[in-house]
């Protein structure tokens, strides 16, 4: 490869990572399709072998341009071409000194009287901090890191893409980092023990190979691009028992929802979102993203889910080898499913105790997965229905959406009197990102006529409306508590002060409410011309509490065509006449458990209030 003046992208220190392991006779490295495992095992052959593909003379003039030289010089000069590499049987070999193998799923549990009992066998899980199993001397051998990709980028762009003499230099520095970003969001993801920001190196090839044919970056189609998932089917797993298609859809639920509301956050928190306003894109901006873990949306709505699915995936996938064996004879349990999907690379370990989805590629496939399921089982294909049922924003219910939102937020950890509007806009943002999926849009910061808007949640073309559901266009205004009231957080806490808080983020709220009025309504009444309802929410954010207030709105159309929006009155509850009577939304607060959402009608309109 080297001689043919192609790019070469370094992996040759972690032959001595592995060569020095005090391990067993034989070690695997099991991690998914594509990664580079077979070019590895030539190079580390190439460097071992007396005999070699190539003369002695060559291969050294090669290998001494290499990182396993500058980084291993004394491994370098015990090792090279010092070994006879041919095909071994692996089974009570006694001249054996080492074998390597790689491969997609676990050997592990072959059998007792297999003599493959002496493989040490290392998963991509293998090293995580706080995982009782040892660090992975293959975490450096497999995949592309990003400063691999953000090399090829520059190669190509800069010395072979046709393209580039019609760019002046600004425009290009502009197309490498959106190539950058495009890759992180499409094909990122993977993660091998410490080291996170695996690409898969046969997606990132096929896009570079792509390039030839693009002009510029309105050109680039990564929704189209299925390069990696192409190379595999996962017909092999669509077969499941039907007992077990509820536990499919649980698994497979958490894994979308999971992954939309950590591209949504990523697209506003964490070393990417810090970089995408960049103009350029340097080898020191590179580092600072490759060094930092992207972030994950921090709630944890479904614990037992995401447990059950790590304890699948990372603690029982040794039992891999076991349910291969069923593999075409019978259906499929949804945990095996789920272990399979692991191994191959669908799924990928992002802590010790989580999975989830690598990239976008991957999860399309995992959409296009569970339709085809799903329309065999006789089930609905809506991936995330239920999702959509609790958080209550597609059937308008706002009730309901209030105490998924309190579950949600009650779970995220880190949050004080500091934290800032924008953070508590990316919050409700990612949480509602899933229902996108069913065709609504959400605008932050939506340029309205007198201002910009905080989030906006309306029905886009195209949106599924189910039954008689009314479509409804969401308005937010976001506040923030900031303790002004009380000297302290321990007192603003205590029991003696909650109506004092309750009465002031109750009044922000309105505030709230107030500004969408006196700014954004006749705009927002435009807009909304084809719904059948306008919900006005107006929302004052406190550490992990809340209050929201949510005025609704139903079209009417005059006989003379012109469009109304009447209050609709939430039934029952208080009327209040002036800030003297907002003492009474804190009834009883003194005998309530600390952070509970209470929830009531006040002159007519929904509140929600968590104190």
Known sequence: MMDKKATFVDKSAAIADIMSLDAAEVIAGMYPRRMGKTTFLQTLANFLDIIGDMPRSQREKQFRKCAVHDLHPKFFEENFAKYPVIMLDLKNNNYLHKGILVGVFDVRGIGLGSGLNNVESYMAHSGFAGNRLKASPFQ????????DVWGLINDYVDNQWPHRPAINHLELGHFKRDLLVGCIQHFDGYRIGQVHHIFNPYAILSLICELGSIKSLADVDYSSYTFWTDTGSMKVVETIKASSAQDLSRYCEYLSSSFLRQSEYRQHQGPLAEHMSLDFIDDAAVGSIGSQEQPQFPPDVDKETREELADICMVRSGDTFHDMQSLGREPLQASTIMRLLYQAGYIVPITKDRVGIPNSEVHRALEQFYERVATQLKISTNLLESIHEEMGIYKCD???????????????????????????????????FPITRSGYAIHNEAMMENGRADTLLFPAPGHLRLDSTPTSYYIFELKRYDGSTTPTSAARTAVGNRRRVARYVFRQAMQAQTQIYERYYPTLADKARKCDLIHVVGVSFWMNRFCMIVTKRRRAEGANGVISWPVVLYEGGMEIDDSVDYDRLGDRLEDAENGILREMVVNGHFVALTI
């Open 398 to 432: 706002l009730q309901r959406f209030s105490r998924s939102l309190h579950a949600c937020m009650v779970n995220i950890p880190g949050l004080g009197e500091e934290t800032s509007e924008r953070f508590y806009q990316t919050i409700l943002s990612s949480y509602l």
């Open 140 to 147: 450096n051998a497999f995949g592309f890191t990003i400063h």
